[in-house]
């Protein structure tokens, strides 16, 4: 009992700096105001440096999967990824991870 007592104290104040540090990190109302100018004027000096607007919108373009499954087969027929995948079946029937029948273009 006497051990805990002679180290609650330094233990309690590490844990209350702890605390109050943390408290401390986080932002007031004013930073959050100071945070929102802030952005502002790096956006205005970004499209001054850049002579562009900045845009927030990003296109988005979607394949079906047909499109996806063809891109794939051409990309798997090209002769590097032709010979890094029967090296790779090689390698998984070699492991039993493949069975002799199965093969990965499947």
Known sequence: MNIIQKNAYPVLMI???????????????????????????????AERLRGL?????????KESREDLLSAVEKELEKPENRVFLDDTERL??????????????D
């Open 53 to 61: 607007p900045l845009v927030n919108e990003v296109s988005l373009e």
């Open 92 to 105: 998984m029937r070699s492991l039993r991870v493949l069975e002799s029948e199965d093969r990965l273009r």
């Open 15 to 45: 844990l209350a700096t702890c605390f109050f540090t943390g408290c401390r990190m986080l932002p007031n109302a004013r930073q959050k105001e100071e945070r929102a100018d802030r952005i502002v004027r790096y956006r205005q000096e």
